[in-house]
């Protein structure tokens, strides 16, 4: 069988109706056999379960409908049956009925709805209208269908996930469709998985190690949210998932021919051969079902009350912890076994890297929605020896006010720094007293992590992620602009921490323009020269803009799509990003992305881990509230150079004092006010610097090696 073989459907409709068995509760889904298919589906409260199934997945009709018998096909609330020669590539869907108890027990049981199976490697949805899936209509001809997949035989080439150490990592967020969807990205299959592989040299050239990719569990993207001047705005970003185990068809560039699982495994085969890992944003905390007007499209009606948080007191309303209309009840124990069982799918089907939790602070919820002190969901995540080499990165707050950044359940969990993001922004701006806040961030936050027993590691440092201002937009807007995305500016959060330089928005102000340079070089700089783990935004190292517009969320056009004319245009800001990039993995590790927290310990040349200063030696300034200057000496150990790093972000140059080495000089790598290439040199041509002082030019950061 080739790898396009499990979108080869059948062309004949079946004389005869297929043999049904009784079939067994495990695995959940459908599991293809050697001679059939065994499907179970989990559904507690039903009464009557139906299996509809369909030659072609689009077909308006099915071939056959099976009738579940529960003295036959259910064993305590596992509803199955083996359906005998049954082939890869057929549609199948559900019907389930029930007691309706909407009030009291939460049931939502619409036998005229079309569900479909919450493990399904596939849908095809051709058909699919979301407003059919309201209400009581029968949508048997406008529904999405799973389909029945052979994925055993694909050839991996002996790829296996790269397990690459966390301190060792780079990331790289981007949006699958978005990085190549623009006419100007000249991909073939623009917006794909495949256009991710024909970008492959770019993110190798940068010299990130892993690609995040915004969701890409299957998600309604024919959802129009609203129109703005007659277009329509549809759910962009993925955030809305209602199917775990398949990817997004939307991104293939050929679903009748190849499965959206192959052409996803094609990207990261691609991407390993490379050394470049693959990292899922995933989205477990809330689906697409939204609240008690939304449409049923499986978990609902299969069980209402088991899948979603319900309001105690009328059940036919949703807890809303996500802010988007309902929260997934991931501590039920089904959830809880739907979750890791995903998980552990992408990573031993798929040979996924790692996974970033939206929201994950939900997954510390129990099924009364107060947060757990060991939650089940969350620990066994942690404990799996299938996710053992696994990456995995909370953002460690939700809607509902819980905020656990530092204290997240686990130890091995990383987590979106968002003190780091807020009080590099106040600094750079020029915001004062914050330099014992900035030495933190930049040692790795142990003020947050380290007496919970974590580690730098836990630390995802980021500057701008896909929500919020582009890191351009950061320097350019003091204020949102999202009057495109049809809410009058209401959307999106109005406190930035961003400093326009002097003018809203884009200027022909060429010194303006060269101070907005200067500060993007410097939120690289100081990403890049942290301790824990840094994450870029794909764009931002060409300056891309969403002008102004900072929950870009519904923006499927040239406002979130990668320009690819800006990385000739922006050339100096690529350069200098891929040189800070090499700097921080070749000149001086492990001195940058230590996997421990410093702890004091002197090199040959009596220098310590770190040693902190302001303008002068040793004189940090910790309790100055007027202070806007920070330095800091790394030393380097087994022969490695040592790294002396001087923050200037007051709006006049000073004068900062270097230390004496014995037997070695300094020698400058950076200096962020210089225009482009003196900004940042190559390796073997660093300049010698002579003196005891060192003049570092107003919102500039200087590096200097010893050698």
């Known amino acids: 069988m080739t790898a396009t073989t499990p979108f080869t459907f059948q062309t004949e409709l079946a004389t005869e109706k297929y043999p049904a068995e009784a079939g067994r509760t495990h695995p959940l889904g459908s599991t293809l056999c050697k001679d059939g298919v065994n499907f179970s589906i989990f559904a507690e409260n039903a009464t009557s379960v139906e299996l509809l199934l369909f030659a072609q997945p689009n077909d308006l009709e099915p071939i056959q409908i099976i009738q579940l018998d529960p003295k036959i096909n259910k064993t305590f609330h596992f509803w199955h049956t083996f359906v005998k020669g049954l082939k890869s590539g057929t549609g199948y869907a559900y019907r389930i009925d029930g007691h309706q108890d909407l009030h009291q027990a939460g049931n939502r049981f619409n036998k005229n709805k079309i569900l479909l199976d919450p493990y399904s490697k596939s849908n095809a949805t051709v058909l699919w209208n979301r407003i059919d899936a309201l209400g009581s209509k029968d949508n048997l001809t406008t529904s999405m269908r799973s389909v029945v997949l052979d994925i055993s035989d694909y050839d991996w080439e002996d790829d296996r996930p790269l397990n690459r150490p966390m301190s060792d990592t780079i990331i790289y967020e981007l949006h699958i469709g978005g990085f190549t969807r623009s006419p100007s990205s000249n991909c073939q299959h623009k917006g794909t998985y495949s256009g991710i592989i024909e970008k492959i040299p770019y993110l190798k050239k940068l010299g990130i190690t892993a690609v995040e990719l915004l969701p890409i569990f299957d998600f309604d993207e024919t959802e129009v949210l609203r129109e703005v001047d007659g277009k329509p705005l549809k759910d962009y970003w993925g955030y809305n998932p209602h199917s775990f185990f398949a990817p997004e068809v939307s991104y293939c560039y050929a679903p009748k021919k190849k499965s959206p699982i192959n052409e996803f495994r094609d990207m990261v085969k691609a991407l390993h051969k490379e050394g470049i890992e693959v990292i899922l944003d995933v989205v477990f905390n809330h689906t697409s079902e939204g609240n008690h007007q939304g449409p049923t499209i499986n978990f609902k009606g299969i069980g209402n009350s088991t899948y979603y948080h319900l309001v105690p007191w009328d059940r036919q309303y949703y807890m809303d912890y996500s802010g988007c209309g309902n929260t997934f009840n991931c501590n039920h124990p089904i959830a809880e076994k739907l979750i890791v069982e995903c998980l552990e799918f992408w990573v031993k089907e798929m040979h996924v890297d790692g996974f970033r939790f939206d929201e994950g602070s939900i997954l510390s919820r129990g099924q009364d929605g107060v947060p757990m002190s060991h939650p089940p969901a969350i620990w066994h995540i942690e404990t799996s020896a299938a996710l053992a080499e696994t990456k995995i990165i909370a953002e460690a707050w939700d809607a509902g006010g ?306």
């Open 402 to 707: 819980l905020y656990m950044i530092g204290y997240f359940p686990g130890y091995r969990w990383a987590e979106w720094n968002g003190h780091f993001r807020d009080d590099i922004r106040r600094f750079i701006k020029g915001d004062p007293g914050l330099v014992g806040a900035i030495a933190a961030r930049i040692a790795g936050s142990a003020d947050i992590y380290q007496d919970t027993g974590h580690l730098p590691i836990n630390s995802i440092n980021f500057i701008t992620c896909h929500d919020g201002f582009t890191l351009n937009d950061l320097v350019s807007y003091n204020d949102k602009h999202n009057e495109a995305n049809g809410e009058n500016n209401q959307d999106g959060i109005n406190e930035n921490l961003s400093w326009n330089c002097g003018v809203e928005g884009e200027t022909d102000d060429l010194k303006i323009d060269a101070l907005r340079q200067q500060q993007i070089k410097n939120f690289a700089a100081i990403l890049l020269l942290s301790q824990g783990v840094p994450m870029i935004v794909a764009g931002d190292e060409i300056r891309r803009t969403q002008k102004g517009n900072n929950n870009a969320y519904c923006q499927d056009n040239e406002i979130s799509w990668f320009d690819w004319n800006l990385v000739e245009k922006n050339a100096d800001i690529f350069r200098f990003f891929k040189l800070m990039i090499e700097f921080r993995n070749c000149y001086c590790n492990p001195a940058l992305h230590r996997s421990h927290f410093f702890n004091g310990e002197v090199n040959e040349r009596g220098l310590a881990d770190i040693s902190w200063h302001g303008c002068k030696l040793y004189s940090p300034g910790w309790h100055d509230p007027d202070s806007r200057v920070l330095a800091y000496t790394l030393g380097g150990f087994e022969g490695h150079a040592d790294i002396h790093i001087m923050l200037n972000m007051y709006w006049e140059d000073l004068e900062f004092e270097i230390p004496l080495l014995q037997d070695r000089r300094w020698y400058k790598v950076v200096d962020t006010a210089e225009p482009s290439p003196a900004d940042i040199v190559e390796k073997g041509n660093e300049p010698m610097v002579s003196g005891d002082v060192y003049h570092v030019k107003n919102r500039s950061i200087v590096v200097l090696i010893s050698q």
